[in-house]
């Protein structure tokens, strides 16, 4: 399996590029959208009445990844199953829209039968992100008021699994 590119590449908010060319032929998006790596957006009970809501807020405005926001969503999903059963409904609250494309240019032998250099740049698709504004709510928590410790832990094991600060707020 091929490696993910690093983060930094993709982490600031830019303008997202759609293609335009003076040929209509070559006005598309090459390779369509990914495969999404999030499984569900909502775990636990959710038809039930909670009287206390946590937010996991983003400090910094940033796109987020699908496979680190999978990631968090799986290890708080499994502390509060094994902590408090069914008892809460957690969901996740940003979708990944923005492609994410890499241009690969090879080097070495045999490079000049498989790199295009920058005449067709305009890349395959390789993943997808959230684009998270700042203070932007990532995930929410619906819990009793007796399970606030618990679910505090919750996120905050979350936030370790996302590229940016976050912040827990009760309310």
């Not at 498989?114 to 698709?125: H, L, N, V």
């Amino acid at each position: 399996m091929a490696r993910l590119r690093k983060f930094s590449a993709y982490q600031n908010l830019e303008r997202p590029y759609t293609r335009i060319s003076k040929y209509t032929k070559q006005n598309y998006v090459r390779g369509g959208f990914p495969h999404m790596k999030i499984v569900r957006f909502d775990m636990g009970t959710a038809n039930k009445e909670y009287d206390t809501t946590l937010k996991l807020n983003v400090q910094r405005a940033m796109n987020i990844r699908q496979e680190s926001l999978e990631s968090a969503r799986v290890v708080s999903n499994r502390y509060l199953e094994k902590t408090l059963g069914k008892n809460f409904h957690l969901r996740l609250k940003v979708y990944p829209f923005h492609v994410l494309r890499e241009n690969p240019l090879a080097s070495g032998a045999g490079a000049d039968r498989m790199s295009t250099g920058m005449k067709m740049s305009y890349g395959k698709t390789i993943g997808c992100a959230a684009r998270m504004k700042e203070g932007q709510t990532a995930f929410e928590l619906r819990i009793e008021k007796k399970d606030l410790k618990a679910a505090r832990e919750a996120l905050e094991r979350a936030a370790t699994k996302l590229p940016c600060s976050c912040k827990v707020v009760v309310s």
